[in-house]
């Protein structure tokens, strides 16, 4: 929604952002409008969530766009309007940073862990990443350039197993499409995305703890609505936030 700024909006504002460092800009007369968030696709149940909780609030209208760190840190690059980029893992965000297009200093919200995604009831008795490498198992992992395939690769290595995937898919959520579709057997996935599908439930593995991925969040330099893109960090890291990543899985800093 757009409102109207007022008094009882500014104090709001300044509530929320009472707790941001020092590198923080006060909200002044830029909160309301719109915002832009590019986001990490297992990024999506969480964020949608906190964008309705941070809307009622503020009077913001949030859009969202969720894909693959990689696709959008290159988006960003080559000039995508955005206000807020949060990645799945720190290479992404280093990616945007390094052209100059970080507003602020990337801070680490959430972690995030992987598991063995299978169909509900395990069917096949999965239990460990060894379990996936028999002749006729079809597994789906991301590509090793974003971020779930790259914690993928470490958890199989750390593991010793050599795996080779039947499909790479480009973020977290293509791959678990397909387990719920039945196109593959399993698909390493993170802990969050098995939680939030119905179809399908996740099998912990040792190995993952050696993989974790910290989520970087930023204010883009050529946000249109930096007031609020700096509110809205601030409401990822506040109480309310966390426990909203808490109860989808995801591990707070």
């Known amino acids: 929604?757009?409102?109207?700024?007022?008094?009882v909006g500014v104090l709001a504002v300044l509530l929320v952002t009472g707790c941001a460092d020092d590198r923080a800009e006060p909200p002044g007369d830029g909160i309301g409008g719109e915002l832009t968030v590019f986001a990490a696709a297992s990024l999506t149940e969480s964020f949608t969530r906190i964008g309705e909780d941070f809307e009622a609030a503020q009077g913001?209208?949030?859009?969202?766009?969720?894909?693959?760190?990689?696709?959008?840190?290159?988006?960003?690059?080559?000039?995508?309007?955005?206000?807020?980029?949060a990645a799945a893992a720190p290479a992404p965000m280093a990616t945007v940073v390094e052209a100059g297009n970080a507003a602020d200093e990337p801070v680490t919200f959430v972690r995030n862990q992987l598991v063995i995604a299978v169909p509900k009831g395990n069917p096949d008795g999965v239990t460990s990443l060894r379990d996936l490498t028999g002749p006729d198992r079809k597994v789906a992992l991301c590509a090793e350039q974003v971020p779930c395939g790259a914690a993928a690769r470490a958890a199989l290595e750390a593991a010793g197993v050599a795996l080779t995937p039947v499909t790479l898919t480009q973020d977290v959520k293509a791959a678990m499409a397909q387990v719920?579709?039945?196109?593959?057997?399993?698909?390493?996935?993170?802990?969050?995305?098995?939680?939030?599908?119905?179809?399908?439930?996740?099998?912990?593995?040792?190995?993952?703890?050696?993989?974790?991925?910290?989520?970087?969040?930023?204010?883009?330099?050529?946000?249109a609505n930096p007031a609020a893109a700096r509110a809205f960090v601030e409401h990822l890291r506040s109480k309310a936030g966390r426990a909203v990543f808490t109860a989808a899985g995801f591990q707070v800093p």
């Open 1 to 7: 929604m757009r409102t109207t700024l007022a008094a």
């Open 60 to 85: 913001v209208k949030v859009v969202f766009s969720f894909a693959g760190s990689s696709a959008l840190a290159a988006q960003i690059n080559q000039g995508a309007p955005a206000d807020v980029f």
């Open 180 to 223: 719920r579709l039945g196109e593959v057997d399993a698909a390493l996935v993170y802990r969050t995305d098995a939680r939030a599908a119905a179809e399908v439930e996740g099998v912990e593995f040792p190995e993952s703890a050696g993989a974790i991925n910290d989520y970087p969040v930023v204010v883009l330099t050529d946000a």
